[in-house]
């Protein structure tokens, strides 16, 4: 009919985004298999499938891929607590959940982990690291302050000192798994871990 139009195929957004996550798994593959220095945007292009100069013409930069990667993969890593509200039980849900999912994972989890190791020698990656770390221990502050607040977190509980032991021991673990270390039984460490964490904060 004249003056009508048939929507056919994907629209330019959507294409987009698929080329960039097809990127975004092609670099992850890439970290995983010959670590992040040896990772460049020519090769991410061709290994996703398209030309040399697609990664970049989607990131600009080899720098802006990998804090793409890094993002991405961090939002996503426990999935179930965006409707939940600062507390106790949601940085132990947190917890929980972050060691699970080490049990099981995938290309862009590991590629994470790799470049958090390298972000201890490689400047570019510190800097994107810092950037996020400092996000997840501003959550978890935020869950510590909520539940000394809510009376149910004990209040000589030090925010930021129990946001630096989280990370880090959650950082810890997954780089013993990165390294193909002994392999226990992920649940009932994960519940061994977070199960830790809510008796050492609960007031009682």
């Keep these: 009919m004249p ?49 040399r100069g697609i990664a970049s013409h989607h990131f ?65 990656l510190a800097r994107v690291f810092q950037e996020r770390d400092a996000s997840f221990r501003a959550d978890l502050v935020a869950d510590v302050e909520a539940g000394i607040a809510g009376g149910v977190v004990r209040p000589d509980a030090h925010p930021a000192d129990v946001a630096v032991a989280v990370v880090s021991q959650l950082r810890g673990l997954g780089l013993q798994v990165l390294a193909a270390g002994p392999e226990p039984d992920m649940a009932r460490l994960a519940a061994g871990i977070a199960g830790g964490w809510r008796r050492s904060l609960a007031r009682t």
């Design 60 to 124: 600009g930069s080899k720098q802006a891929l990998l804090e793409a990667l890094t993002r991405g993969v961090q939002s996503g890593f426990v999935p179930g607590l965006g409707g939940l509200p600062p507390g106790l039980d949601r940085l132990v849900r947190l917890v929980d959940g972050y060691v699970r999912a080490l049990a099981d994972l995938d290309v862009t989890g590991r590629a994470y982990l790799l470049l958090w190791a390298e972000s201890a020698v490689v400047p570019e």
């Design 3 to 51: 003056g009508s139009a048939v929507p056919s195929g994907r629209s330019q957004r959507e294409r987009r985004a698929d080329t960039e996550r097809a990127l975004l798994v092609a670099a992850a593959e890439l970290v995983v298999e010959s670590g992040p220095r040896s990772t460049t945007l020519a090769g991410v292009g061709l290994r996703a499938g398209y030309s």
